[in-house]
């Protein structure tokens, strides 16, 4: 069965970076059929996609956030992650990391999320 | 990318069938088959209910389909339960290479 796990702090100061990581289990995060994505859904608002990353390194950002991300993969450690810099109290939000198809990125699994508050 | 559009809220009676819409644009619902559903229960991990318009990962009741019309899709869930009470969200593929998500639905079992 496979599982995805968010880890990372739970509080962010202001102007700093982000760092999440999510650890696949159950399965290869080096899979040809799969990208892996990073989520978000800021309290009491809708799901914003983030971007996602293939086993190679490959990637693709949202535009709207494209110049403050960065994901990156580690294939030995079976896990991906995400990196947010100059945060603002805006990317207060649940983050979700999820497992998308190749090819049309259907977010088939996901990890139960975690919040990320930006405060000082 | 904008966000797609969906109602806020949609609500049934035991029994009865509700249907949510998901309205986009010609470079994401309207241009390829690769609109998904998704379920979200607070607490918990949310799953894919729907995928590629229509449909059904193993395990998910028959009574969800989907479908999709020009530029809106649509998900149906007949014989309305309370279980079926939770958030619900579309997703597409779009044309340039990224995943847009609904605005979200609350279904409300009455």
């Known amino acids: 069965q496979l599982q995805l796990q968010e880890s990372g702090p739970g509080l962010v100061k202001p102007s700093e970076t982000l760092s999440l990581t999510c650890t696949v289990s159950?399965?290869?995060?080096?899979?040809?059929?799969?990208?892996w994505g990073w989520i978000r859904q800021p309290p009491g608002k809708g799901l914003e996609w983030i971007g996602s990353?293939?086993?190679?390194?490959?990637?693709y950002y949202n535009p709207s956030l494209k110049s403050r991300v960065t994901i990156s993969v580690d294939t030995s450690k079976n896990q991906f992650s995400l990196k947010l810099s100059s945060v603002t109290a805006a990317d207060t939000a649940v983050y979700y990391c999820?497992?998308?198809?190749?090819?049309?990125?259907?977010?088939?699994?996901w990890g139960q999320g975690t919040l990320v508050t930006v405060s000082s | 990318q904008s966000a797609l559009t969906q109602p806020a809220s949609v609500s049934g009676s035991p029994g009865q069938s509700i249907t949510i819409s998901c309205s986009g644009t010609r470079s994401d619902v309207g241009a390829y088959s690769y609109v998904s559903w998704l379920q979200f229960y607070p607490g918990k991990a949310p799953k894919l209910m729907i995928y590629e318009v229509s449909n059904r990962p193993s395990g998910i009741s028959n009574r969800f389909s989907g479908s999709k019309s020009g530029n809106t899709a649509s998900l149906t869930i007949s014989g309305l339960q309370a279980e079926d009470e939770a958030d619900y969200y579309c997703s597409s593929y779009t044309t340039i290479s990224t995943l847009v998500f609904g605005t979200g639905t609350k279904v409300t079992v009455l």
């Open positions: 990353i293939f086993y190679s390194g490959s990637t």
């Open positions: 999820a497992r998308l198809d190749y090819g049309d990125f259907c977010p088939g699994y």
């Open positions: 159950g399965g290869s995060i080096s899979s040809s059929r799969h990208y």
